[in-house]
């Protein structure tokens, strides 16, 4: 039979930052035992999350999975995020795993330590993915096939270095400039362009799948219906609510295509849309819903699969996007001079950590490199500048450059010393 609707893709990102504690500048270079993250908020934070979010979320998916046999839902989950479910909630791994077991679970790639190194350092960036790949595989018995960056960061090269990495697919925002009138409900294709010849060599070196793949799908955010769920749910002023379940599919078959792909983070679930205001009873009724109106959910490499022979048009993003602020742009991270700053530093260190050979401190860098510290610093007004206040745990976007920097300095100290030590032990050679 025809496929009467567009399915629903629901994908969630799931991540957690470490956050920074405050180091007083009198610290830095004091020895090698300084921690530069806040344990007991990172701690506080995760569980608290874990109460009103994943935990409850996790249980209803599950009950929504088991009770619906057509559903399906995809997830990205960071290393970082993963690491702290080892330290903080293995009750909260065992929910996933248990999601996992359903088989109709799709986990994503991402970069482990959800950073920006795409955008700075391709054998970094191949490394991170490597090495999430490979820890999923560990924990969930899969190995992803679609890759989601960092923040959705998303360009025309970046599409093409993930095919060669292997993947098939790759999730990026619909945005209107790009799109140009066109559905966000269909899957596109990058243009067809060759990459430098050593940054080809540098990804088949460091390719975390067994082969690269000879095309590539992008699949799309339908960022109004996406957002209509992740941010205007519980907005009393808005045209749209109580936003009910009937209504939103109403707007879902609205708009034609193939998929329509909701993506947003998990979190939306119990902590920016809390209990009370019916987000898990609205959630609950979708699946029940939709397949009453003949609609099915398909995860991205589901979508993919189904439309492998057929022709997609060109998303064509020279420039690079995200799915963050009204710019869908850099500028949440890289939008003012002590973002640009920070930025530069820590790459600028990347050489030096790992020359060391120390994995302790290759780990606590790459934990500094999570795009999080990065958009703390941000210093827009308006409803973005909002957004980015909300989500910081610190008093001003200066306060986190501060504990930034000092944590990079006193890293850096730890870093030079055991550098020079390694070079002055190299063997020399016989004349």
């Known amino acids: 039979m025809a496929q009467t609707h567009p399915s629903i893709c629901f994908y969630f990102q799931v991540h957690q930052p470490y956050r920074?504690?405050?180091i007083r500048i009198t610290?830095?270079?004091?020895?090698?035992?300084?921690?530069y993250f806040d344990h007991e908020k990172n701690r506080s934070v995760f569980r608290k999350v874990a109460g009103k979010c994943y935990l409850p979320?996790?249980?209803?998916?599950?009950?929504?999975?088991?009770?619906?046999?057509?559903?399906?839902?995809?997830?990205?989950?960071?290393?970082?995020?993963?690491?702290?479910?080892?330290?903080?909630?293995?009750?909260?791994?065992d929910s996933f795993r248990a999601l996992a077991a359903t088989g109709r679970v799709e986990f994503l790639a991402e970069t482990y330590y959800h950073s920006l190194s795409s955008i700075r350092d391709t054998q970094e960036f191949c490394e991170q993915v490597s090495l999430h790949v490979h820890t999923i595989e560990d924990l969930f018995g899969q190995t992803p096939t679609v890759f989601r960056n960092t923040e959705l960061i998303f360009s025309n090269e970046l599409a093409q270095v993930a095919r060669l990495m292997g993947f098939t697919g790759i999730l990026?925002?619909?945005?209107?400039h790009l799109l140009q009138g066109r559905s966000p409900n269909m899957p596109f294709e990058p243009p067809r362009f060759r990459l430098p010849r050593e940054k080809e060599s540098v990804i088949a070196k460091n390719r975390p799948l067994a082969k690269r793949s000879d095309k590539i799908a992008i699949l799309l955010k339908n960022y109004r219906l996406s957002d209509d769920v992740a941010f205007r749910f519980s907005d009393k002023s808005w045209v749209g609510f109580p936003l009910k379940a009937e209504t939103f599919t109403d707007w879902l078959t609205a708009g034609g295509g193939h998929s329509i792909n909701l993506f947003m983070d998990y979190e939306t679930f119990g902590e920016h849309q809390w209990e009370d205001t019916g987000i898990f009873e609205f959630l609950r009724s979708l699946p029940r819903m939709w397949e009453g109106r003949g609609i099915r959910t398909s995860t991205p490499s589901q979508v993919i699969a189904e439309w492998a022979d057929r022709s997609k048009e060109v998303y064509d993003a020279h420039n690079v996007i995200s799915w963050a602020d009204t710019e869908r742009d850099l500028s949440a991270w890289q939008g003012n001079q002590i973002q640009a700053a920070a930025f530069r530093a820590i790459?600028?260190?990347?050489?030096?950590?790992?020359?060391t050979g120390n994995k302790e401190l290759l780990n606590t860098w790459r934990k500094l490199q999570t795009s999080d510290h990065f958009y703390y610093m941000c210093t827009k007004y308006w409803n973005d500048g909002d957004v980015h206040k909300y989500f910081s745990p610190y008093d001003s976007p200066y306060e986190a450059y501060r504990r930034y920097s000092h944590a990079l300095c006193d890293l850096k100290s730890r870093v030079e010393p055991k550098v020079k030590t390694k070079k002055n032990h190299r063997p020399t050679s016989k004349s």
């Open 20 to 22: 920074l504690r405050d």
């Open 27 to 35: 610290d830095i270079g004091k020895g090698d035992q300084l921690s």
């Open 57 to 93: 979320a996790n249980s209803l998916m599950l009950e929504l999975l088991n009770r619906h046999p057509g559903f399906s839902i995809a997830y990205s989950l960071s290393g970082v995020f993963l690491d702290q479910c080892r330290e903080y909630g293995e009750d909260v791994l």
């Open 172 to 176: 990026a925002e619909g945005t209107d």
């Open 347 to 355: 790459y600028d260190l990347g050489p030096l950590v790992k020359a």
